[in-house]
Each structure stands twice: as C-alpha cells, then as structure tokens.
Nanobody, 125 residues
Framework: QGRLVESGGGSVQAGGSLRLSCVAS????????MGWFRQSPGKEREGVAT??????FYADSVKGRFTISIDNAGDIVYLQMNNLKPEDTATYYC????????????????????WGQGTQVTVSS
C-alpha cells in the first residue's frame, strides 16, 4: 500500500516552464517505478513520462521538452516541463507501482497500480 501527493501545477504562458513534484509514501517498499499521466476534457488519459530501472520513457508529444527525474531515495519524482504549449493543458497525475499490489496499467512497462489526486496545468497562448 502507498499514496502519492503531487504539487507544482499552475498557469503559465506558452513557452514557459513548470516543475511538478510527487512524494510517494509506502508502508513497505519504495515504488518499483514512477511517472506521470495527464488528462484533459475530451481526451484520453496519456502516459507522459516514466522512470523505470534508471531509464526514462516519454510520450512522443513531450519528447525533448519534458524531463523526469527521481531523488536518491527513490520516493520523490519530478517532471520538469519546458517550452510548454497550450496542448499541454491538462490535469497531471503522479503514478507509481507499489510492490505487493497487482499491476493495472502497463504504460512504458511500469505496471502502474496507484495514482495521485492530480494537479492542474494550464498553458495560455
């Protein structure tokens, strides 16, 4: 069992930057992998970025603009979002796979089974 808490969302102009943070708290072990999803009205949920076994994976729509990183303890994940576009406007959800619980979403090979409450990112033109 575990929980995820995101922060860092906000409103920015196109071309600006934001950094999202997510803290993972687990009763047993740290997450095996962590990442970010996003969803906006009328669009399907999209796996944005994942860090798994030291490797980073990104959706094509954000490659070259977003960077995922994780702290040394492996329980805080960041998403650095540069050159933001209006199309990036969405609710962003931190996600993780906590060992001991069944995998539900295999995006980027992570086996996600937990999501946070979401943080809103709005990019204006």
């Amino acid at each position: 069992q575990g929980r995820l808490v995101e922060s860092g969302g906000g409103s920015v102009q196109a071309g600006g930057s934001l950094r999202l943070s997510c803290v993972a708290s687990a009763y047993n072990r740290d997450p095996a992998c962590m990442g970010w999803f996003r969803q906006s009205p009328g669009k399907e949920r999209e796996g944005v970025a994942t860090i798994l076994r030291g490797r980073a994976f990104y959706a094509d729509s954000v490659k070259g603009r977003f960077t995922i990183s994780i702290d040394n303890a492996g329980d805080i994940v960041y998403l650095q979002m540069n050159n933001l576009k209006p199309e990036d406007t969405a609710t962003y959800y931190c996600a993780a796979r906590f060992p001991g619980r069944l995998a539900e979403d295999l995006t980027h090979g992570c086996g996600y089974n937990s999501w946070g409450q979401g943080t809103q990112v709005t990019v204006s033109s």
